[in-house]
């Protein structure tokens, strides 16, 4: 792997923890749940671009089944979420 | 090695990855500084949809440039998620539609012919 590519690596590692941390503050500050559900969503998502730019750093196609998991655990985990929150209202 | 001796994989590689950097930045800023949840429930979908095409399309170009052959492993990982993004969002809108109306906020006008007409 050549230097440039090494480094362009880092700083997209970089770019994807600043939105990651963005991201977190949404989780913590977001008036209502939904909003919440939506920011916990998107780490999701940035999390698997993560494992795939993993993948490049480290040379290896381990990190796709990691991807796919965490594509798979995050929408079964929205999906449940935003069920809970029409249930739960419902229920009140 | 020189600077420029450089295979041009990997300059696309690079490149690709620090655009998909930008684009899911561009969401996260969009998710945090969006007045209201349904403006807010845009921007992920950028990060859903461009930035883990980008991210594919990298992969694919690395992993084919290694040699054997054309790698398309990846290529799944996109098929499933452009499956659940939009149940995702579906979903998550019909559960911040319901919650408003029993809270009795404001909600966003329908779409539907009178209310889009007036």
């Known amino acids: 792997m050549s230097p440039l590519l090494a480094h362009a690596i880092t700083i997209t590692l970089v770019l994807y923890a600043l939105a990651m941390a963005t991201g977190l503050v949404r989780v913590v500050r977001g008036p209502s749940a939904q909003d919440r559900v939506l920011a916990a969503d998107f780490l999701y998502v940035v999390g698997m671009l993560t494992m795939m730019v993993l993948a490049i750093r480290y040379d290896s196609e381990m990190y796709f089944e990691g991807a796919m998991l965490m594509v798979l655990f995050g929408f079964v985990g929205a999906v449940a979420l935003a069920k809970f929150l029409l249930r739960g209202e419902a229920i009140e | 090695m020189s600077p420029l001796a450089v295979p041009w994989t990997e300059v696309a590689v690079g490149l690709l990855l620090v655009g998909s950097g930008v684009v899911v930045l561009v969401a996260a800023l969009g998710l945090l500084r969006l007045p209201d949840f349904f403006l807010r429930m845009h921007a992920p979908a950028l990060a859903s949809t461009l930035a883990a095409w980008v991210v594919t399309l990298a992969s694919i170009l690395h992993f084919s440039s290694r040699g054997g052959g054309l ?40 779409l539907d012919g009178e209310a889009a007409r007036s």
């Open chain 2, 71 to 110: 790698a398309l492993h990846s290529w799944l990982i996109i098929i499933v998620l452009s499956i659940t993004a939009p149940v995702t969002t579906i979903v998550l809108a019909r559960a911040a539609l319901f919650r408003r109306r029993q809270a009795g906020d404001a909600l966003p006008p329908p």
